[in-house]
């Protein structure tokens, strides 16, 4: 029975450290279907999008992920995706970013900051 369930749990704990270390996005933006923007953290958990997004730095490039789950081109401040597309963007530095937001019911502005 040892002899099975070592490889086993050899297996398992290589496939949990590799996903662990895998390069997550420091933020995955949701836009669902009729426009409304979601932010998703790393466990699935969503909240509205906000007007201000704060973003932790991740290092030289930090990743922000588009999943644009709309019928309609959205665009998110400096980011934007096509109609069921699924985007990956990269933020060289940190800093303030900003523009327009369709996925906000009044059509506004977004500012990303990245800290």
């Known amino acids: ?36 923007g979601l932010v998703v953290d790393r466990w699935g958990r969503t909240t509205a999008l906000p007007e201000t997004v704060f973003i932790a730095a991740t290092g030289r490039n930090t990743r922000v992920r588009i999943d644009n789950r709309d019928t309609t081109y ?26 327009f937001c369709s996925a906000h019911a009044s059509g ?3 500012t990303y900051v990245v800290q």
Not at 4 to 33: I, K, Q
């Open 74 to 99: 959205q665009t998110l401040g400096i980011f934007g995706a096509a109609a069921g597309s699924v985007r990956n963007f990269s933020v060289p530095l940190p800093g303030a970013y900003g523009g």
């Open 1 to 36: 029975m040892r002899r099975v369930l070592t490889p086993f749990a050899v297996l398992v704990l290589t496939a949990f450290g590799t996903w662990w270390a895998w390069p997550h996005p420091a933020v995955t933006l949701r836009v669902e279907l009729g426009g409304r």
């Open 108 to 110: 506004g502005q977004v």
